[in-house]
């Protein structure tokens, strides 16, 4: 089984709707994190968190917002979609002074 | 702040070296890495390499790390299609956030 799940795989909606993507790890890690990933702009971190109590915003926040509910579950949401937040998005979660980070297999976002 | 570079393309015959190459500028950084990502997947560490080495050699892949530079770079010898893929270099201070490059796509021609 994957170590680091992502769910839905693939979506389309609607500009204007709420959607929210979630992140499931069973790797027991506490540092979680949200990217996105766009052709010729490479990996973009949207949100990570250390802990559960921690959330913090990366370079690319505006329009999405994090919860996290669990030490395994990091879910990312985007309160009212935009045809510019279709993309890749990647879940990662990571561990130790050397930071190697796990990936998910991401989320194909498309917004009409 | 962070910044990683490198370039986006590189084309090379199957049986040839590979050399991808990365520039970053936090001379903070702690932790140099290279990570691959294949068609429909998410990225997968290749390798790291501390910053008070300068080399690091596993199988077919060799990383060379000049720190004064601030140039790194993944040498893959007797590459094969099944290299091909986008190879990101990214680096930390540890115990923090990563910064990642955009990617280079490595195309292996039979």
């Known amino acids: 089984d994957a170590d680091v799940t992502q769910t839905p795989r693939n979506r389309i909606t609607k500009t204007g709707k709420r959607i929210m993507l979630e992140c499931s790890q069973t790797?027991?890690?506490?540092?979680m994190y949200w990217y996105r990933q766009d052709p010729g702009l490479g990996l973009r971190l949207i949100y990570y968190?250390?802990?559960?109590?921690?959330?913090n915003k990366g370079e690319i926040s505006d329009g999405y917002s994090v919860s996290r509910q669990a030490q395994a579950k990091f879910s990312l949401s985007l309160e009212s979609a935009i045809p510019n937040q279709t993309a890749l998005y990647f879940c990662?979660?990571?561990?130790?002074?050397?930071?190697?980070?796990?990936f998910g297999p991401g989320t194909r976002l498309l917004v009409l | 702040g962070e910044d990683v570079e490198q370039s986006l393309f590189l084309s090379v015959r199957e049986g040839d070296s590979s050399v991808i190459n990365c520039t970053y500028t936090d001379s903070s950084s702690t932790y140099l890495y290279w990570y691959k990502q294949e068609p429909g997947a998410g990225l997968q560490l290749l390798t790291y390499?501390?910053?008070?080495?300068d080399m690091k050699q596993d199988q077919r892949l060799t990383v060379l790390l000049n720190k004064k530079d601030k140039h790194l770079s993944l040498r893959i010898a007797d590459t094969q299609t099944g290299d091909s893929a986008i190879y990101f270099c990214a680096e930390s201070r540890g115990y923090q956030k990563v910064t990642f490059g955009i990617g280079t796509k490595l195309q292996v021609i039979p």
């Open positions: 990662a979660t990571s561990e130790g002074q050397q930071e190697t980070q796990y």
């Open positions: 790797k027991g890690h506490d540092r």
């Open positions: 390499i501390f910053s008070n080495m």
């Open positions: 968190s250390f802990d559960v109590k921690d959330i």
